[in-house]
Nanobody, 117 residues
Framework: QVQLVESGGGLVQAGGSLRLSCSAS???????LGWFRQAPTKEREFVAA????????NYADSVKGRFTISRDFAKNTVYLQMNSLKPEDTAVYYC???????????WGQGTQVTVSS
């Protein structure tokens, strides 16, 4: 079991930046940590993910070049740096973890990000 707690959401103007944090209750060696988001009336969608061990990353096309995912071993924390934010980035952002191939099975409670135009 691992608990994930997100923080760092808020209200920002278009073109601004935010950094989301996801703190894990224990080291997550061997895991993939991901960020997902869900906007009102829309399905949850993948944003970015990072391999805890290797640091390899992948991103949704909609955020490539604007968002950066990273991790801090000492703090058991994953970050999502979001730059050049757009109103369409408005959503609840969730952190998730998986320890094997397949679905993410550990989720945080989410943090709201609102981008005003």
């Amino acid at each position: 079991q691992v608990q994930l707690v997100e923080s760092g959401g808020g209200l920002v103007q278009a073109g601004g930046s935010l950094r989301l944090s996801c703190s894990a209750s224990r080291p997550t060696f061997g895991s993939y940590l991901g960020w997902f988001r869900q906007a009102p009336t829309k399905e949850r969608e993948f944003v970015a993910a990072i391999s805890w061990n290797t640091g390899s990353t992948n991103y949704a096309d909609s955020v490539k070049g604007r968002f950066t995912i990273s991790r801090d071993f000492a703090k058991n924390t994953v970050y999502l740096q979001m730059n050049s934010l757009k109103p369409e980035d408005t959503a609840v952002y969730y952190c998730a973890a998986r320890f094997s191939v397949g679905n993410y099975n550990y989720w945080g409670q989410g943090t709201q990000v609102t981008v005003s135009s």
